[in-house]
């Protein structure tokens, strides 16, 4: 049972435009999401983070956006870089310290 | 600062034979320690996760196993490898009261 999911498998944005990542989620009890990036043959890197309590959150180029009713999350990444290029997995948590619930995640391809 | 290790960081395995994977982490104490799987094309799956020393819990029924045997020491392991068994597998860690997990570099596993 898929409870974050994130529909786009892939997505080419060109350098300096505006990237959207989207993410929904089932699971109302969730309260805490995540987005993290990851390059081939690599661990996940966290990027950034939002609790339910807020509906944004931003962090330089980074900036994440929760729409509770909708049960709804986006990353945005403005301007985009080459460098951008991973795979972006949305991840939730209903409990600190236990399991993230992860998205199968986004290829993103900026292109110069 | 805080590092976590994994190793090997490629492992190819005939069918039916053992594994056993560690991860240690270092600058924390008492860290709440997971074990992720990535199989191909698919997202993160939990598979285990520790509280403390000895206290393991697995998310996914399977031939895999787990132990804690120091406070910053993850160990999976198999008695008899499974073609399934092939993917990337994930350790990461995270603060007592914290959502955010912090991965380490991955372990890509092969089955044949």
């Known amino acids: 049972d898929q409870q974050v999911k994130q529909n786009s498998p892939s997505l080419s944005v060109q350098e300096g435009r505006i990237s959207i990542l989207n993410c929904d989620y089932t699971n109302s009890m969730f309260d805490y999401f995540l987005w993290y990036k990851k390059y081939p043959a690599e661990g996940p890197t966290f990027l950034i983070s939002?609790?339910?309590?807020?509906d944004k959150n931003e962090d330089g180029r980074f900036t994440v956006f929760l729409n509770k009713s909708a049960k709804h999350l986006s990353l945005h990444i403005v301007p985009s870089q080459p460098g951008d290029s991973a795979v972006y997995f949305c991840a939730a948590s209903a409990d600190s310290g236990y399991a993230l619930n992860f998205g199968k995640g986004t290829s993103l391809l900026v292109t110069p | 600062s805080q590092t976590i290790h994994q190793w090997p960081a490629t492992l190819v395995q005939p069918v039916g034979s053992p594994l056993s994977l560690e991860c240690t982490v270092e600058g924390t104490s008492n860290p709440n320690l997971y074990w992720y799987r990535q199989a191909a094309g698919r997202g993160l799956q939990l598979l285990f996760y520790?509280?403390?020393?000895?206290?393991i819990s697995s998310e996914v029924p399977q031939n895999l196993s787990a132990s804690r045997p120091q406070d910053r020491q993850f160990i999976l392991s198999s008695k008899k490898l499974l073609l399934s068994d092939s993917g990337f597998y994930l350790c990461a860690w995270s603060g007592g009261s914290g959502y955010e997990q912090y991965f380490g570099p991955g372990t890509r596993l092969t089955v044949t």
């Open positions: 520790s509280v403390g020393i000895g206290q």
């Open positions: 939002i609790s339910s309590i807020k």
